[in-house]
């Protein structure tokens, strides 16, 4: 977070897991959105009972991730 405040325009893309010691990630990202809410946010949750991509959504997140995941892709 101090890292995005310092410097806001050098950021854009934020990867989040949901539960982290001292804040949570839909809490994180409501912090982000405030002064830049141009830069994609992404939850991960391991918790999907407790957090659902609706929520992730109603808190500014761009997109929703349940772990584990497979994220294939590809380098081209």
């Given at each position: 977070?101090?890292a995005i405040e310092e410097n806001p325009d050098q950021w854009d893309i934020l990867v989040t897991?949901?539960?982290?010691?001292?804040?949570?990630?839909?809490?994180?990202?409501?912090?982000?959105?405030?002064?830049?809410?141009?830069?994609?946010?992404?939850?991960?949750?391991?918790?999907?009972?407790?957090?659902?991509?609706?929520?992730?959504?109603?808190?500014?997140?761009?997109?929703?991730?349940?772990?584990?995941?497979?994220?294939?892709?590809?380098?081209?």
């Amino acid at each position: 977070m101090k890292a995005i405040e310092e410097n806001p325009d050098q950021w854009d893309i934020l990867v989040t897991d949901q539960t982290m010691p001292t804040i949570k990630g839909t809490d994180l990202v409501n912090r982000i959105k405030s002064p830049r809410p141009e830069i994609f946010c992404i939850i991960f949750s391991g918790y999907s009972t407790k957090m659902d991509e609706r929520e992730a959504e109603n808190s500014g997140a761009d997109a929703f991730i349940t772990k584990p995941s497979d994220l294939n892709y590809s380098t081209r």
